[in-house]
T-cell receptor, first 117, second 114 residues
Framework: GAVVSQHPSRVICKSGTSVKIECRSL??????MFWYRQFPKQSLMLMAT?????????EQGVEKDKFLINHASLTLSTLTVTSAHPEDSSFYIC?????????????FGQGTRLTVV | AQTVTQSQPEMSVQEAETVTLSCTYD???????LFWYKQPPSRQMILVIR??????QNATENRFSVNFQKAAKSFSLKISDSQLGDAAMYFC???????????FGAGTRLTVKP
């Protein structure tokens, strides 16, 4: 299947700093990528839909100024957590769908565990 | 908005036995896709099986099969001959044909006892 690579897998940052997480589709072009947040022992909550060449679409309740998403190319989307605070500590997962076919599953990155201290 | 409900936070099965995980969903759409994903301790999401709503035949992938009841909006996962490696969180997911994003259920933690 298609491969989605997410980097870094773990990051610890100080409160008030910004952290960038990258999501790359390695063997296909992804016009759309998705960013999820997962709290411990909970499900994946969609944060935003990242569209190549245009502004991301954020889910209700997600602060777009805090979670900056950039999808500058067909293989790369980035999520920047700005002015991070301890409550932003979580597991962040990206996914992408292959552009061909219908009903294809989303391929997921391996996730990023963010810890803000 | 579509919602996905997994009513079993935890399930346990003996190795080599069969277990069924439940999932129900709410939608007004007639065509959509349903998925079961597995999330092992590594946290990597792995597709287990998928079902297109327009197909009446239940999907099967080796030891994994689904019971898709469209009228009841039910989509259960059956794992046969359970193996220790099946232990993981299992998420049921819904995707509209009109939208790209997926909606996930709360998950079921499956434990496999040797």
């Amino acid at each position: 299947g298609a491969v989605v690579s997410q980097h870094p897998s773990r990051v610890i940052c100080k409160s008030g700093t910004s952290v960038k997480i990258e999501c790359r589709s390695l063997d296909f072009q992804a016009t759309t990528m998705f960013w999820y947040r997962q709290f411990p022992k909970q499900s994946l909550m969609l944060m935003a839909t990242s569209n190549e060449g245009s502004k991301a679409t954020y889910e209700q309740g997600v602060e777009k100024d805090k979670f900056l998403i950039n999808h500058a190319s067909l293989t790369l989307s980035t999520l920047t957590v700005t002015s991070a605070h301890p409550e932003d500590s979580s597991f962040y997962i990206c996914s992408a769908r292959t552009p061909t076919g219908t009903g294809t599953e989303a391929f997921f990155g391996q996730g990023t565990r963010l810890t803000v201290v | 908005a579509q919602t996905v409900t997994q009513s079993q936070p935890e399930m346990s099965v003996q190795e080599a036995e069969t277990v069924t995980l439940s999932c129900t969903y709410d939608t007004s759409e007639s065509d959509y896709y349903l998925f079961w994903y597995k999330q092992p301790p590594s946290r990597q999401m792995i597709l287990v099986i998928r079902q297109e709503a327009y197909k009446q035949q239940n999907a099967t992938e080796n030891r994994f099969s689904v019971n898709f009841q469209k009228a009841a909006k039910s989509f259960s996962l059956k794992i046969s001959d359970s193996q220790l490696g099946d232990a993981a969180m299992y998420f049921c997911a819904y995707r509209s044909i009109n939208n790209n994003d997926m909606r996930f259920g709360a998950g079921t933690r499956l434990t496999v006892k040797p």
